[in-house]
């Protein structure tokens, strides 16, 4: 099982410009989830999902945008990145039962110039 | 909003002493998680406390929810160099979707 697999690792973009994170996962999950992760920040939610076709926004959504068009993919689309979206981002899974652990991805570390 | 504190931020130990960081809440949670995230990594589940009063025991580690569970904490006994990351406490409101409020994180340095 590859669990929750984010690409790309590393990108560097310039101002304005736009990209999109891809995450995937292979667990059957209803429920995933984007968190960006500042230093000494802890993880703040983006966006989530519980399921295909179903998206709502996190704590921070601001400069994001998602879509869920089946169960295993979520991508996270920035639109004319600006220095502030500098982070590392990661991708979560869950059951969606309550309780049940996120598993991450290995994350996506970006930079805005 | 609900909020989750942590403290403290940093913790550097000697090899062999222990550690603990704490988690707070104003409001009580329905459950909490705990996560580590070793350095460069992702964070990992460790566990998941429900019950008020709740004690759970992973060889080193041990972790606790308070009576009013609005409290929670993470203890490791001896530490070892391989304890070395950040620790997440993450606290489930019981929202209809159950989004985590993760804490800010506990580093944990260990000098050998």
């Known amino acids: 099982n590859a669990g929750v697999t984010q690409t790309p690792k590393f990108r560097i973009l310039k101002i304005g410009q736009s990209m999109t994170l891809q995450c995937t996962q292979d667990?059957?999950?209803?429920?995933m989830y984007w968190y960006r992760q500042d230093p000494g920040m802890g993880l703040k939610l983006i966006y989530y999902?519980?399921?295909?076709?179903?998206?709502d926004k996190g704590e921070v959504p601001n400069g994001y945008n998602v879509s869920r068009s089946t169960t295993e993919d979520f991508p996270l689309r920035l639109e004319l990145a600006a220095p502030s979206q500098t982070s590392v981002y990661f991708c979560?899974?869950?059951?969606?039962?309550?309780?049940?652990?996120?598993?991450f991805g290995n994350g996506t570390r970006l930079t805005v110039t | 909003g609900q909020q989750v504190m942590q403290i403290p931020q940093y913790q550097h130990v000697q090899e062999g002493e222990d550690f603990t960081t704490y988690c707070n809440s104003s409001t009580t949670l329905s459950n909490i998680q705990w996560y580590k995230q070793r350095p460069g990594g992702h964070p990992v589940f460790l566990i998941q406390l429900v019950k008020s009063g709740e004690v759970k025991k992973q060889k080193r580690l041990t972790f606790q929810f308070g009576e009013a569970k609005k409290n929670s904490s993470l203890h490791i006994t001896a530490t070892q160099t391989t304890d070395v990351g950040t620790y997440f406490c993450?606290?489930?409101?019981?929202?209809?979707?159950?989004?985590?409020?993760f804490g800010k994180g506990t580093k944990l340095s260990v000098k050998p």
């Open positions: 979560a899974s869950s059951s969606g039962r309550r309780g049940s652990p996120l598993h």
């Open positions: 667990m059957n999950h209803n429920y």
């Open positions: 993450a606290g489930d409101y019981g929202g209809s979707q159950g989004n985590l409020i």
């Open positions: 999902s519980v399921g295909a076709g179903i998206t």
